[in-house]
T-cell receptor, first 115, second 112 residues
Framework: AQKVTQAQTEISVVEKEDVTLDCVYE???????LFWYKQPPSGELVFLIR??????QNEISGRYSWNFQKSTSSFNFTITASQVVDSAVYFC????????????FGSGTRLQVQP | DAEITQSPRHKITETGRQVTLACHQT?????MFWYRQDLGHGLRLIHY???????NKGEVSDGYSVSRSNTEDLPLTLESAASSQTSVYFC???????????FGQGTRLTVV
């Protein structure tokens, strides 16, 4: 069975600090997909990134970057120079290419960025 | 623009009543999902559907049912609401190839 673990329940940083959110996953599939979603205080779920298991290149998008390491089954998310608007709950999720296509979510990490 | 909408946004119901939460998407996606969000658990899968007339159980399906009579809608029914079903419910849809899921705004359900 697939599983996603986000061990950090809550992180608090001061604005402009860098912060890394950890995500560790378990799956038996050789082909799978990893995702990050953001849930701001308003409650909606916002898609951030999708990465397939064959692509281990790191991804950078503005202040956001993602480090995918198959060897450690991790897909970590780093925010550089954090801002108050980054305050949200962040979810890591996994879907497998065979079987169901539903996302399995981690329990989320609440990030608070203090001014 | 294509979208996915849930209704109602808030609902208070009594224990034992039947409740139906609506989900409608205009993406023309085959895959639709219902999740519940509870503190400390993230989002947990209740039911999902890969197309018309197809429905499948997720990890927390007890006490819930869905039906898929067309591509656009996947209503979620609580047969006999229980206090343990107080939660925030999210509907989502996705395309066919493990693409990202698009989520509705959520429905906050309180069972008293």
């Amino acid at each position: 069975a697939q599983k996603v673990t986000q061990a950090q329940t809550e992180i608090s940083v001061v604005e402009k600090e860098d912060v890394t959110l950890d995500c560790v996953y378990e799956t038996r599939d050789t082909t799978y997909y990893l995702f990050w979603y953001k849930q701001p205080p308003s409650g909606e779920l916002v898609f951030l990134i999708r990465r397939n298991s064959f692509d281990e290149q790191n991804e950078i998008s503005g202040r956001y970057s993602w480090n995918f390491q198959k060897s450690t089954s991790s897909f970590n998310f780093t925010i550089t120079a954090s801002q108050v608007v980054d305050s949200a709950v962040y979810f890591c999720a996994l879907s497998e290419s065979t079987g169901r296509r539903a996302l399995t979510f981690g329990s989320g990490t609440r990030l608070q960025v203090q001014p | 623009d294509a979208e996915i909408t849930q209704s109602p946004r808030h609902k208070i119901t009594e224990t034992g009543r039947q409740v139906t939460l609506a989900c409608h998407q205009t993406w023309n996606h085959n895959n639709m999902f219902w999740y519940r969000q509870d503190l400390g658990h993230g989002l947990r899968l209740i039911h999902y559907s890969y197309g018309v007339q197809d429905t499948n159980k997720g990890e927390v399906s007890d006490g819930y049912s869905v039906s898929r009579s067309n591509t656009e809608d996947l209503p979620l029914t609580l047969e006999s609401a229980a206090s343990s079903q107080t939660s925030v419910y999210f509907c989502a849809s996705s395309g066919d190839r493990n693409t990202e899921a698009f989520f509705g705004q959520g429905t906050r359900l309180t069972v008293v």
